[in-house]
Structure formats: C-alpha cells, structure tokens
C-alpha cells in the first residue's frame, strides 16, 4: 500500500476543522497506512488557526502550515502540494462534504491509476454554480482533448506527477491543468463516484466572479503553453 499525505487546506472553518482533523486522525492511527496529516490555514479571520494548533499539539503526524494573509484557493492547494513527502497526495476539504474514509476506497485504484477522482454524483450547487462547474470541465475536454470528470472534487494524486510539471495557471485551473499535463504525458486517470453531503458551514469561493475571470484567463494561458510546447517539440 503506497504511503500518503492527507491534506486539508481551511479558511474560517471553526465550526468544522476539530472535528474534522480528529476523525481522520482516529481512522489513519487505527490503519497500516505510512501517513502524514498537513493542514493549511489559510490566514483565516475566525479561530481556524488557534483550532488547528491546538489539536495539532495533541495529535501525532500533524503538521499545519500557516499563510500569514488569505492567499486563496490555488494558492492554498499549491502550497499543500508541494509541503507533502509521501507517495501519493489526498487532498480533502474541511466541511465535511468529504469524509477521510473515502481515502480508503480509493486507495486499491493505486494499483493501476495515478490520479483518482472523487466525482460527485450530487453537487449541492445554484444553476449558477452548476454551470460553471459543467463549463470548468467541458472546456478541457473541448481545447485538449482531455476528460477531467471532476477537476474541482477531492483526488488522490501520485506525487510524481505534481513535481514533474510547472503550471502556469493562477486560478483554481491549475486543478484542471494538471490533469490535462498528466494525461498528454501517459498517466492514468480515473474517477471514482461519490454521493457527498452538503456543506454545513463555511462559505465557498470557488465560483465567485473573481475566480471565474481568473479561470477564464488561465484557460487562454495554458492553451498557448501546451501549443507553444508542440511547437517547440517539432523543431
């Protein structure tokens, strides 16, 4: 069984992040797993940073990060990429619409994927949302050639592949991009799919006008990265 990060980036998560940590750690300890818990503040305004360290002073394997300023989303994820040291990368959310036991189901995949996708069978979104979310996936499949299932859900990442490439998005895409990177490269891709529950508290920010513009721009950006790179490759 390869060894594995779990990773859980939080902004203003109170109500949720103890609870959460603590359930993980209960079931991780009780496995065979090679396993390492790192959680990421990201400069939240509510008691998620005090939280945090007071159960990471409890608990073994727990190791938090702290963005002294709200970096956002991508930069939170990026930044908990590249802190984790095991074989693979589990990347999981603080409110408790994924729970860590799914790590488990989707661990034997290992054998024979790279990259597995927690696909939603029910997402807890407006129209509005739901269309971005549809467009955020379509368009890889549309420009690349590349299917994503769900690029915005919780995935188990073979570490190798988040060394191996250099993105140029700054969004959230960047979720997205590297699984477009990692299937033109040969590595194997599937989804796994779940029913998750709605978020019980907290705010999502991944469809705000910002972030959609910022995607947008990061959709042009890599397009232009890979049709350079093609170029380059041909000469």
């Excluded at 103890?18 to 993980?24: G, H, R, Y």
């Excluded at 979720?175 to 040969?186: D, S, V």
Aim: glycine share 4%; hydrophobic share 40%.
């Amino acid at each position: 069984m390869p060894s594995v990060s779990v990773c859980f980036p939080a902004y203003n998560e109170q109500a949720t992040i103890e609870s959460v940590l603590t359930e993980a750690h209960e079931l991780l300890s009780r496995s065979q797993l090679d396993y390492e818990v790192l959680v990421c503040n990201d400069g939240s305004a509510d008691r998620t940073g005090q939280i945090v360290e007071q159960v990471a002073s409890r608990l073994p394997n727990v190791r938090v990060l702290n963005n002294p300023l709200n970096m956002g989303i991508h930069a939170t994820f990026e930044r908990l990429y590249h802190e984790a040291s095991k074989d693979f990368v589990f990347l999981n959310s603080t409110d408790r619409q994924w729970e860590t036991s799914l790590l488990f189901e989707m661990l034997p995949l290992t054998d024979t994927f790279d990259i597995v996708i927690a696909a939603r069978k029910n997402k807890h979104y407006s129209w509005t949302r739901r269309f971005v979310s549809w467009a955020f996936n379509a368009l890889p499949a549309i420009l690349f050639g590349v299917e994503t299932h769900d690029a915005g859900a919780v995935k188990l990442v073979r570490r190798e592949i988040i060394e191996r490439f250099s993105l140029v998005s700054r969004s959230p895409f960047s979720e997205a991009e590297r699984l477009i990177r990692a299937a033109r490269a040969g590595y194997k891709i599937t989804s796994y799919p779940v029913s998750i529950s709605s978020r019980t508290a907290g705010r999502a920010r991944g469809a705000s006008p910002s972030s959609v513009i910022k995607a947008i721009t990061d959709v042009v950006r890599v397009f232009w990265a890979l049709r350079i790179s093609r170029t380059d490759q041909k000469l």
